[in-house]
């Protein structure tokens, strides 16, 4: 009997614990909810996003952009760090510490769309617990890193036979300093690593063109890929898939953005290395090889308040560059000017740069709506490649806006029924078009090794088609009748041009003013062809691509062959 009654005791003292913790943990997460809600409005409050963290998964890629060290001072965690775009998390958004750390990672990143949330001091020790859960995590600037310093070493290699011999001497870890760097003295744009067979071979683009620079023992392969994606901030045990990537090398007032993307193939990754180097660029019209003609009726295009201008070309044209030119022209202290980017190619000071996420639901359509509402004088859109970027383009064109943007054909006159497929209307397209700019990039021959050469019987009687239809001041310039004689260069090959025959590049171009009798054809016809586009501009002392590469090529600066590989 008494055995019952102490046991019922002891349930029942039990019971009342469990209560007890209950009732606790109840009051715990009503207080933790409460306190959840107060961060919430203060995020409201101060137009900050706001996020709870307690139960969000997060990976240890996103955990190792900020170290533990560094999230326990600035109470600052990344939850997430996608491919495109990246999310912080921090306690206090006022802290000024907080806002200078958070702009380093910006800088650091600049390739990620940055989203900042505000988070409480409760999901904040949660995300702080599974750091010590974790292997200890590095980021990726304690890993590795490359300087100014690592690319001196290597200043002197100008050549491809140089890189080939010093490639068997260096250490593994210097190989990709190597690589980087004689790619920046060579001028190359691209550095590709390919795994073959047997071997690796590594080429690099100069002046738009392949050429094959060296080969590497494949049992190098592994450590330098590792090394290449470790700097990259890419995943190490992937291999089987595609990644993008992006670094940054510091060389005092200039900088260099290497982008990165990894290719599986049958023999192993692929590498290519884009190298971008501003003070490399050239950002004025007049460098860039505007004949006097074409730069007049161009300048002519750009200072009007408002209306469409379109540049055209294929992929590696150089359309962006020009746009850069055109934006570098017009940059000044009373006007506002806005990018659309897809990616940001350069950074250039007094203009607002806005690159879109489309994984984030940021496309140039989205982008356009928002920055309508920035009050900007003049827009520049990446591309126009589909029916709602183009409708708000032209929209906005019309309602006092200067807008620049790119189009992919193969000539000036073959945009305006390119943007009308993408069923824009045409009676608004009409008004809204100023200008169209074609353009190619041919190599410059080199001026130490060339020679005069005469021209076949194919090349001859193309310049004479080409010239038939040419204005008179411009067919004032050749004289048909000597195209016998060698007054044309071509190339050849020394150690200064590294044995290509050529040596940088320079644009040929073509500009199509869209006058009032284009305007009206467009409005009248809505299926007008390129053709009719090309008949009525030569009407008008239209200069054609090939017209222009071909005055170039006389004038010394490229070859007939580069011009007609090109065009």
């Not at 009676?427 to 130490?448: S, T």
């Not at 009206?520 to 053709?531: G, H, L, P, R, V």
């Amino acid at each position: 009997m008494e055995e019952n009654v102490s046991n019922g005791k002891q349930k029942a003292r039990i019971a009342k614990k469990d209560v007890l913790e209950k009732l606790n943990f109840s009051m715990d997460a009503i207080e933790i909810a409460n306190k959840e809600r107060a961060v919430k409005a203060k995020a409201a409050q101060s137009g900050y996003n706001y996020i709870n963290l307690y139960n969000f998964p997060i990976t240890p890629e996103a955990l190792k952009i900020i170290d533990q060290k560094d999230a326990e001072e600035h109470k600052t965690v990344c939850f997430y760090y996608g491919r495109r775009h990246a999310r912080i998390g921090a306690v206090n958004l006022t802290d000024k510490n907080t806002i200078q750390f958070i702009s380093q990672l910006k800088e650091r990143f600049s390739h990620k769309s940055f989203q900042i949330y505000l988070i409480s001091e409760h999901s904040f020790l949660k995300i702080l617990s599974i750091y010590e859960k974790l292997p200890k995590i590095k980021t990726v600037k304690q890993i590795v890193q490359i300087t100014k310093e690592d690319l001196a070493k290597f200043k002197e290699i100008k050549n491809f036979k140089q890189i080939t011999e010093s490639l068997k001497k260096v250490s593994l870890t210097e190989i990709l300093n190597l690589l980087l760097s004689s790619a920046i003295n060579i001028d190359a744009s691209d550095i590709h690593i390919e795994a073959e067979k047997g071997n690796i071979k590594i080429r690099y683009r100069v002046d738009g063109t392949l050429h094959d620079a060296a080969v590497m023992d494949k049992n190098k392969w592994n450590i330098l890929v590792s090394r290449i994606k470790l700097i990259s901030g890419l995943k190490i045990n992937i291999n089987d898939k595609p990644q993008d990537g992006r670094f940054t090398i510091s060389l005092g007032k200039d900088q260099i953005d290497i982008r990165i993307s990894t290719l599986p193939t049958v023999y192993g990754e692929s590498v290519a290395i884009r190298i971008l180097m501003f003070s490399r660029k050239s950002f004025t019209l007049t460098e860039l090889g505007l004949r006097e003609e074409i730069y007049n009726v161009l300048k002519k295009g750009i200072n009007r308040p408002n209306g469409l201008i379109f540049n055209t070309g294929p992929t590696g044209s150089g359309k962006t560059s020009t746009l850069y030119a055109i934006l570098s022209e017009l940059n000044q202290e009373n006007v506002k000017i806005i990018t659309i980017e897809d990616p940001i190619e350069y950074r250039m000071s007094g203009i607002n740069q806005s690159q879109v996420d489309e994984e984030g639901g940021y496309d140039f359509a989205e982008a356009m709506r928002s920055l309508v509402r920035q009050d900007p004088d003049i827009i520049m859109v990446g591309e126009t490649r589909d029916p709602k970027t183009a409708d708000i383009a032209i929209q906005t064109a019309l309602t006092g806006h200067l807008v620049l943007s790119t189009v992919h054909t193969n000539s000036a006159a073959g945009a305006i029924p390119r943007i009308l497929s993408l069923g824009v209307k045409n009676f608004l397209l009409a008004p809204a078009l100023n200008m169209i700019i074609g353009q190619r990039l041919v190599r410059k021959v080199c001026k130490i090794c060339r020679k005069k050469n005469a021209l076949d019987e194919k090349q001859k009687a193309r310049i004479q088609k080409s010239f038939s239809s040419a204005p008179d001041e411009i067919k004032n310039r050749i004289d048909l009748n000597k195209l016998d004689q060698p007054i044309f260069y071509k190339a050849n090959k020394c150690d200064k041009c590294n044995n290509i025959g050529y040596k940088g590049r320079v644009g040929i171009f073509e500009v199509i003013d869209i006058n009032d009798e284009i305007k009206k054809a467009i409005t009248d016809n809505i299926n007008i062809s390129e053709e009719d586009i090309k008949k009525m501009a030569s009407e008008k002392q239209f200069i054609t691509i090939e017209q222009d590469g071909i005055l170039k090529a006389l004038e010394g600066i490229t070859t007939i062959e580069e011009v007609f590989r090109v065009v």
